[in-house]
């Protein structure tokens, strides 16, 4: 192989001015040739060219091949289905080869931008270096895969980053740029991965710039630690730089929520001066603040501030300040509040009505609750009604719930179902039976279809009452025009005229509840023999308990204990006994109430030792005495042949107890 070489010497050009301009190139261009001589003395030769150059930018920096990026990522993500990563690979690696080229690291990190998959991109990342010896990953390459798998769907992305973390610290032939630092700050809060980062920034010799200290601070913020916050803002501002709006409102929520408030007012009047102006949410946090401190004029102070400024106030502003001013019992100043919100057209929503309501209530006039529904029409819509209807009743007050309902009522052609209900169970808790059943005749006009539900609530009602007519004549309706009786409502039924001493009709719903689709449950069945029993029925009550279980249904504490009780007080106290062993036997444990049941049984029997016996079973057993139990006690010490009893000390429980007269 021969080589020839060529110079070119210089060139001239005119310019404009007619001056010569003399550009000289000492670029020395190589051409390569073999010749080859055969033994007839012919020769042939053939002349090698060099491969061409990159292209470059006008700042002489080699631009990406698109072509070849294109094709690497085809590769790369159309794959067949049957194929593959590493065979993937392998096509890139045979592509490149044939092409006789080199990967350069600014194509590489295009290719892994158009990749975008965090799995793949560290795939890629890691076989670039196979590629050539001479490969070398640089702040390009390794920028582009750290924001790849800071993202949120990155799997396992945290521990990724620390892995490549790890690289960077033991490279001592990259140097990175902040930009690789920005991105490792955002993603760490306050701890030994955002320490190891800053040490990344003191190696590479660094500067911060003010997007590093936003997001220094941002990630102490993440850790709660408000108090490194504000020394990464100091710092920052010592360095002229100055935040942005959204990362002020962080840092003053964040000394706001962890009652820093000196800081917090350092950071507002620093605000204003650096010429960022609050925005309403800078506003908000400043009323919370203060409204929380129980500085209502303070607050005050702000929203009319806000407000002077332009600030419109938006839905979470209002209820801010009109909590501020409730919790000083501000109710005058809230309200007026509350009207400027709604002439404002800034629409009232469930919190709002229930802080008014609140501060309402603790300052004892509810009566204005009627000028605020009044006052708030237009907003007041059908799930508010509820919302304050059903709170009014939780809170007692039933009357201003069935007036602010009956508001509703005339306000509303159609109704809802939850306000309805509410109201209905509000009336039955306050013994208004009268009115509930009035209300369960009429709820069909507002397109509410009565249901078993609604029923049950007024029958438990009137059965609570023992108000037995009333509860017949409801019952006869709902046969009529239904809806139908469930087990619930046969259950209450049962229990109703039990606990009047109606043995007859309670048997009777009892027979109907077999003969319908519903079967009787223990409830059933214990609401009978419980009726059946303490009327005087006790062998019937006993027959229907092993009814019960030979029909399947394994009696429970409520069972056992209601028929120990019958037996009991009939002074069959055998009986008694003899049920409370079986209830052991059975695996149904007894309760505090089935041992007071007992041992009074035992008590009145005159069986002192037995009952003594059964206290310590029921110690044993884990249970917790009550006043009953400790007046049983006191009246076996004491002796029922006495005549006066005397305050002494329990041999058992070691406590002195009165006995009771």
């Not at 800034?346 to 009627?370: C, H, K, M």
């Not at 004549?473 to 039990?498: A, R, V």
């Not at 010490?637 to 406590?655: D, K, L, M």
């Amino acid at each position: 192989m021969r080589l020839y070489r060529h110079r070119c010497c210089y060139q001239q050009k005119l310019n404009l001015t007619g001056t010569a301009t003399v550009r000289r190139h000492y670029a020395t261009k190589y051409t390569a040739k073999i010749t080859s001589t055969s033994p007839t003395g012919r020769s042939l030769s053939a002349e090698v060219k060099p491969p061409q150059p990159l292209p470059t930018d006008t700042r002489g920096y080699a631009l990406p091949r698109r072509e070849l990026i294109c094709k690497a990522t085809h590769i790369l993500l159309h794959q067949s289905p049957s194929a593959t990563s590493d065979d993937a690979f392998s096509e890139l690696s045979e592509y490149l080869t044939s092409l006789s080229i080199s990967l350069t690291p600014f194509e590489a990190s295009e290719i892994l931008k158009s990749l975008n998959h965090p799995q793949l991109a560290l795939q890629f990342f890691r076989f670039c270096p196979s590629l050539s010896p001479d490969f070398r990953h640089d702040s390009s390459t390794y920028t582009r895969l750290l924001l790849i798998l800071s993202k949120p769907t990155s799997p396992k992305g945290l521990d990724l980053v620390r892995s490549i973390l790890s690289e960077l610290e033991e490279c001592s032939k990259m140097r990175g740029n902040i930009s690789m630092i920005n991105i490792l700050i955002g993603l760490f809060g306050y701890s030994e991965d955002l320490e190891r980062c800053l040490g990344l920034l003191k190696k590479w010799d660094l500067k911060m710039n003010s997007y590093t200290y936003k997001c220094l601070l941002q990630a102490y913020l993440r850790s709660h630690d408000s108090s490194k916050a504000f020394d990464a803002y100091s710092e920052m501002r010592r360095r002229g730089y100055k935040l942005d709006i959204f990362s002020y409102n962080m840092l003053l929520d964040a000394l706001a929520k962890h009652e820093k408030v000196d800081l917090a007012h350092k950071v507002f009047e620093d605000m204003k001066r650096k010429h960022c102006e609050p925005d309403e949410f800078t506003y908000t946090i400043m009323v919370r603040m203060t409204g929380k401190m129980g500085k209502a004029d303070e607050s005050l102070a702000f929203f009319q501030e806000m407000l002077s400024k332009g600030c419109t106030p938006n839905l979470i502003a209002y209820n801010t300040i009109i909590q501020a001013l409730a919790r000083s019992k501000m109710a005058e100043k809230a309200i007026l509040i509350f009207s400027k919100m709604v002439e404002n057209n800034s629409r009232p929503n469930e919190f709002t009505y229930s802080v008014i309501l609140n501060v309402l209530i603790a300052e004892g006039q509810l009566g204005r609750l009627d000028a605020v529904v009044e006052l708030s029409k237009k907003y007041m819509t059908k799930s508010i009604y509820a919302y304050l209807v059903r709170t009014l009743s939780k809170l007692g007050h039933a009357s201003e719930a069935h007036r602010l309902f009956c508001n509703m009522w005339s306000f509303h052609e159609k109704g809802d179902r939850d306000s309805y209900m509410s109201m209905l169970e509000s009336l039955c808790s306050a013994g208004k039976t009268t009115e509930a059943m009035d209300f369960l005749n009429k709820i069909h006009e507002k397109g509410i279809t009565t249901d078993t539900f609604m029923y049950n609530t007024v029958f438990s009602a009137l059965g609570r009452l023992k108000l037995i007519p009333h509860l017949l004549e409801l019952y006869e309706k709902m046969k009529c025009n239904g809806p139908s009786p469930d087990i619930f409502t046969y259950n209450i039924l049962i229990s109703s005229f039990g606990r009047v001493g109606k043995v007859a009709e309670a048997v009777k719903f009892f027979e109907e509840l077999e003969n319908s689709d519903c079967k009787p449950d223990i409830i059933s069945y214990n609401s009978l023999i419980n009726c059946l029993g303490k009327n005087g029925d006790l062998d019937e009550a006993h027959m229907k308990f092993k009814e019960m279980q030979e029909k399947g249904l394994s009696p429970d504490v409520v069972t056992y204990s209601t028929l120990i009780e019958c037996f009991g007080k009939t002074d069959k106290v055998e009986m008694a006994c003899r049920l409370f062993d079986e209830m052991t036997v059975e695996g149904c444990y007894p309760n505090i109430v089935t041992y007071n049941i007992l041992l009074d049984c035992l008590e009145r029997c005159g069986r002192t030792a037995e009952a003594f016996d059964m206290y310590a079973k029921l110690r044993q057993q884990g249970l917790t005495p009550d006043s009953i139990t400790y007046a049983v006690l006191d009246r076996l010490q004491s002796g029922s042949h006495r005549n006066i009893r005397v305050r002494r000390q329990s041999p058992i429980t070691g406590w002195v107890v009165s006995p009771l007269r």
